[in-house]
């Protein structure tokens, strides 16, 4: 992974309420650190890569694993320890400081004893939020401000529609999946994805994908990689697993959930699976049934 970074402050806006203020985007290695943070707005932190692991509230609090694909909520004065001391590895994260996390009902998502809201994001959606306000952070700077503000409106809506799974934990809904507005750009995203997961138990080809939307390949992975931040190869392998994990966690033995999959074996499942996840499928298993 090609270390990068993308950052951006925004000035405040009088009497705007929500506000995005800054946003940040790491790709890099995964560092070995052991820091503590204090929280002074509210915070959305997202992670696209295993991330170690992280404590909140107190120094006695158990520490939780960072799985890719999973957003954390925190609100002002919160305390966060995040502990990267384990195995190195990439690491790609985003978070988001914003105001008005309060006026706009959030602090509901919030467990009372945890200290703060944890979101599966097994569709993607909200990692594309990330993706999207990085992307208008690096072209438009300060002038992107109204674009980069829609982004965490957007983002809002989906913490909103999530739906309640245990204590802190919630889950972004499937129907709340739809990738931007409308047009035709947005079209060739959803029907790529609906066909992606019509498909999971089973190989798809580009070259089917782009015929069944007559569109030519290159053409096919190039918007869908631009308008998503990901190819549709890494999508529907991301779609495979997120589909796996769900699978595991029922007590699905990992063979039958490589076949179910597709997979072209057991091995090729555990490899695409800990490269996802950072764990291999059976120490997930084990750890979910704890």
């Not at 692991?53 to 890719?68: D, H, K, L, N, Y």
């Not at 998502?109 to 690096?138: N, Q």
């Not at 390949?217 to 495979?240: C, V």
């Not at 490899?271 to 997930?284: E, H, I, K, L």
Request: charged share 20%; hydrophobic share 40%.
């Amino acid at each position: 992974m090609t270390p990068s970074s993308i950052g951006q402050t925004w000035m405040p806006r009088t009497g705007l309420c929500p506000a995005i203020h800054s946003l940040a985007e790491i790709r890099d290695q995964l560092p070995q650190s052991l820091i503590r943070i204090s929280v002074q707005q509210w915070v959305i932190d997202y992670e696209f890569q295993p991330f170690g692991r992280i404590r909140c509230g107190s120094a006695q609090a158990p520490w939780r694993a960072r799985p890719p694909f999973v957003l954390h909520l925190y609100a002002p004065e919160t305390v966060i320890w995040e502990d990267t001391q384990g195995p190195s590895g990439p690491r790609h994260s985003a978070w988001i400081l914003f105001t008005g996390g309060e006026e706009t009902g959030l602090r509901r998502l919030i467990h009372p004893m945890a200290g703060y809201a944890r979101v599966l994001d097994e569709s993607g959606e909200l990692g594309r939020v990330f993706l999207e306000t990085a992307r208008i952070a690096a072209e438009w700077g300060e002038p992107g401000f109204w674009l980069a503000q829609a982004q965490l409106h957007r983002a809002i809506h989906l913490l909103h529609t999530a739906e309640h799974v245990e204590a802190e934990t919630w889950r972004v809904r499937e129907h709340a999946h739809g990738r931007g507005a409308g047009g035709p750009q947005a079209e060739l995203v959803r029907n790529v994805d609906d066909l992606l997961r019509r498909n999971l138990g089973g190989r798809l080809w580009l070259r089917d994908v782009a015929r069944r939307l007559h569109v030519s390949e290159s053409t096919l992975s190039h918007r869908y990689t631009a308008l998503t931040g990901e190819s549709p190869k890494a999508a529907f392998i991301r779609l495979k697993v997120a589909q796996a994990r769900l699978l595991l966690l029922k007590g699905t033995p990992v063979k039958t959930v490589a076949a179910q999959l597709g997979f072209s074996s057991p091995f090729h499942f555990s490899r695409c699976f800990r490269q996802a996840t950072g764990t291999p499928p059976r120490a997930f298993q084990r750890a979910g049934s704890l």
